[in-house]
């Protein structure tokens, strides 16, 4: 449900708010343009600082990962399965926070910021945990993206929805490529390795 805030300025501040340019809008519209622009920015984090709250919050994530592949232990695509209500409560949240935008009308995708950093996390991930599969290394990456797109301030039930949502309709498509090269090249090794044919003698 939408909230309305009342919010006191001072007389600098309220001049301030009036000057900038960054944003349209007149007053409380500038305001909420503001947070907007402010969560366009929150995911500006390096390759190793996503690495670090991974290590430092591996439970949390590992957790989360259980209950997204949980809720494939009876359907190989959940999403098909939720009701109407569910799915578009989802998109707004996950374009509220700047994963998803819309296009074209009433089409949705992955924001280039998302995709982006996205197949960032991917190769990290599946890179530092040779154990952990490449649609897992996805999940895991969503999760941690739905996570700091939103400032962690989203359910648990979001962060698993949005990750199957997310992966279903466009991201495992990365995790599939990534599997198909890593086995060519698993391939190609051994073709490389295998011992030549010994010369036939007469």
């Known amino acids: 449900m939408p909230k309305e805030l009342t919010v006191t300025l001072s007389d600098l501040e309220y001049e301030i708010l009036k000057k900038m340019r960054v944003v349209e809008g007149e007053d409380g519209e500038k305001l909420h343009n503001l ?38 232990e009876l359907t190989d695509n959940p999403v ?12 707004s949240d996950l374009v509220e926070i700047n994963v998803l935008v819309k296009v074209g009308g009433q089409d949705i995708i992955p924001t280039g910021k998302f995709r982006t950093i996205f197949k960032m996390l991917l190769h990290d991930i599946a890179t530092e945990d040779r154990e952990m599969d490449e649609y897992s290394a996805a999940c895991m990456a969503t999760i941690q993206l739905i996570i700091e ?9 979001t962060i698993r929805d949005g990750t199957i949502m997310i992966n ?7 995790a599939t490529a990534m599997k198909r090269a890593r086995e060519f090249m698993k391939t190609k090794k051994m073709y490389i390795e295998a011992p030549a044919p010994a010369a036939e003698t007469s």
């Open 35 to 72: 947070l907007r622009l402010y969560i366009s920015t929150i995911p500006e984090l390096k390759s190793s600082e996503y690495a670090l709250k991974r290590s430092e919050n591996k439970e949390e994530l590992e957790g989360l990962l259980r209950d997204v592949w949980a809720a494939y």
């Open 80 to 91: 098909e399965q939720w009701e109407e209500n569910r799915v578009t409560k989802l998109i």
């Open 149 to 157: 797109f939103s400032a962690g301030s989203v359910s648990k039930e």
């Open 168 to 174: 279903e309709g466009w991201m495992f498509a990365y």
